[in-house]
């Protein structure tokens, strides 16, 4: 045995014993606590459901948490089949209600009929904080990249022109897709500057391609990113002006996070 050997193996043999020696001294009790107890949640009786805590934004029967983004009137999009299918003569429509951080469910599907190739098949997206301004918020693309390319940072499950997704995980179009996103919202001082940016995790079909990626501001389609202050905001899906084959939208449900 050499000298680094026998020296590594002293140091390993102190630490060990350093720390039998610490956990000796303690009692188990001292590292366990009991408050603040955490909320009893039911989860849904399987996968997508939601769990008994969730605002539902749409389950198929009426748009009533949703309006205009261009008016806010009634939401014009058509329900069919508990799903929403885009109208893409109305515009965007985004939620009645406003939210900060939070957990969301959502699913979507391309039409098996879709035309169009990259930028132009399927393009639609889910603002997860919608603004006045700008932007107009914080973009979750979604696109037919089933066998499609477009440029990588503005594929399905990018966030538009900031974060390539780690995966493709495309199903086929006229097939169901979901995406599972957990959004914590930017954060000003009371002074307005910015206290913390915003960070995002998303699956895709159960397929991590956000990791807690932070953003560097709003995802617009020309220029750089860039943050304004707001406070909670509307969710909101986008009518894209391509002239693909509308795409639908079902089982919508969110968590508000503290
Ligand atoms: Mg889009």
Redesign the pocket.
């Known amino acids: 045995m050499n000298k680094v050997i026998i020296f590594t193996a002293l140091l390993l043999g102190a630490s060990c014993t350093s720390e039998a020696q610490q956990g000796q001294r303690m009692r188990p009790e001292e590292t366990e606590y009991y408050s603040p107890v955490p909320p009893v949640v039911t989860p849904g009786s399987s996968y997508g459901d939601a769990p008994s805590d969730a605002i539902v934004l749409f389950d198929g029967r009426n748009l009533d948490q949703w309006m205009s983004s261009n008016d806010s009137t009634s939401a014009k999009w058509t329900l069919a089949d508990n799903a929403m299918t885009v109208n893409k003569s109305t515009g965007d429509i985004q939620t009645k209600s406003t939210f900060t951080d939070f957990q969301l469910h959502i699913e979507y599907r391309i039409p098996s009929n879709i035309t169009g190739t990259g ?1 132009a098949r399927g ?3 889910i603002f997860l904080a919608a603004l006045p301004w700008g932007a107009g918020g914080y ?1 979750l ?3 037919d990249n089933y066998k499609n390319t477009t440029y990588v940072n ?1 594929q399905v499950g990018s966030m ?1 022109k900031q974060a390539v997704p780690l995966a493709n995980a495309s199903r086929k179009p006229g097939e169901w897709q979901t995406y599972d996103v957990v959004w914590t919202a930017p954060k000003w001082n009371e002074n307005g500057t910015l206290k913390s940016l915003a960070r995002v995790t998303v699956l895709h079909n159960n397929v991590l391609v956000q990791n807690n990626v932070t953003l560097l501001g709003d995802t617009p389609y020309i220029g750089m990113p860039s943050y304004r202050k707001h406070g909670p905001a509307p969710i909101k899906l ?1 009518s ?1 002006g391509d002239k693909s084959e509308p795409i639908s939208y079902r089982n919508i449900w969110l968590r508000p996070l503290q």
């Open positions: 930028q393009n639609s997206g973009e693309q979604v696109l503005g538009y986008q894209h």
